[in-house]
């Protein structure tokens, strides 16, 4: 099923994001957790693409087709281009079809250390278009209620997003954030660039403290005064700080669907009781 065909309901998307066990792990170590969130029944479930391109793709795309075809939920593989040739991008994407895959999260994928970048795709909206020419794939992109980290400016963002969506990106996702301000003025900024295409809101729980530091120094989310108060004064206590994490996204997801929103991506984190949590305080809202 392509994820185009979930919007434009009478109801909000829900869906969630996994992440395939690392390079030294067995594949099946993560197929219990994958199996209990699955059996809350999200509209669908992205999977992660390893962070260094070459040679990650085979564990996206064997979840993926997990997730789809034993678990019985549509998946979409994210597919990052910053270290890849083109002849790679081809032998993943004949990859993905083989396994019936047809919905891809079509990314540039951050910069490695000392790693040359491939010079076939620079930028996102490249790899859009170029699957695009493939096949009859269903993509989507990536956008930053707080900009990209890169990106000149916020306007400049905003249009290069744009670039993206007429290259063929049919569906966006966001970064996660906390604060629901800052999306509604990033909505706006989209709104006036003309880019009409849904637009899904990323809610990360917060299930320990150093994931979400880590998180936050990678994309530079904000962290309003409420939540960082959260931080501080359940730091030590690891269950009470997941219960705080798991009560804030609820209160984000239940404001930006009284406020319309187009859909909720919720950041997993391959763990089951906190997608639970979620999905049994929110499913009759959606
Ligand atoms: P782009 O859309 O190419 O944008 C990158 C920068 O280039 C931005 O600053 C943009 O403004 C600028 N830009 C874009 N087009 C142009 C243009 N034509 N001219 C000039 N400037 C331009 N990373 C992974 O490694 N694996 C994953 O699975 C993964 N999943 C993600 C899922 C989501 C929902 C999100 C939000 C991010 C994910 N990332 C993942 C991280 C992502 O790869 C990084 O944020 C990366 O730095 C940018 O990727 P992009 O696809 O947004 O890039």
Do not use: W
């Not at 009859?136 to 990536?142: L, M, Q, R």
């Not at 007429?166 to 970064?175: K, V």
């Not at 939540?227 to 009560?247: H, N, T, V």
């Amino acid at each position: 099923m392509k994820i185009k065909s979930l919007f434009g309901k009478d109801k909000a998307v829900f869906s969630f994001e996994v992440f395939p066990p690392k390079k030294d792990s067995p594949i099946e170590s993560v197929y219990e957790k994958l199996e209990e969130i699955c059996a809350l029944q999200p509209d669908f479930i992205s999977v992660t693409y390893g962070a260094g391109g070459a040679g990650g793709h085979s564990r996206t795309c064997e979840i993926a087709a997990k997730i789809k075809h034993d678990f019985h939920v549509e998946s979409m593989a994210h597919l990052t281009c910053v270290n890849s040739t083109r002849g790679m991008i081809d032998e993943t994407l004949e990859d993905f079809r083989r396994n019936g895959i047809e919905n891809i999260l079509a990314l540039r994928g951050d910069y490695t250390e000392g790693v040359a970048p491939q010079t076939d795709f620079r930028y996102a909206s490249d790899l859009c278009a170029y699957i695009k020419s493939k096949g009859d794939f269903d993509v989507s992109g990536a956008c930053y209620p707080e900009s990209h980290v890169d990106a000149e400016s916020e306007v400049a963002d905003v249009l290069n997003l744009k670039k993206k969506v007429e290259a063929g990106a049919g569906h966006l996702i966001s970064q996660l954030f906390f604060d629901n301000s800052l999306f509604y003025r990033f909505l706006e900024r989209t709104e006036i660039a003309g880019i009409n295409v849904p637009i899904e809101a990323g809610i990360m729980p917060v299930t320990n403290k150093r994931q979400i530091e880590r998180m936050v120094s990678l994309c530079g989310a904000s962290l309003p005064p409420k939540f960082a108060k959260m931080m501080q004064k359940y730091e030590s206590k690891p269950e009470a700080l997941r219960d705080a994490g798991i009560a804030y996204a609820v209160e984000q997801i239940v404001d930006l669907l009284a406020n319309g929103v187009d859909g909720i991506h919720l950041y997993t984190m391959n763990n089951p009781y906190v997608a639970e949590k979620i999905t049994r305080a929110v499913k009759t809202l959606l």
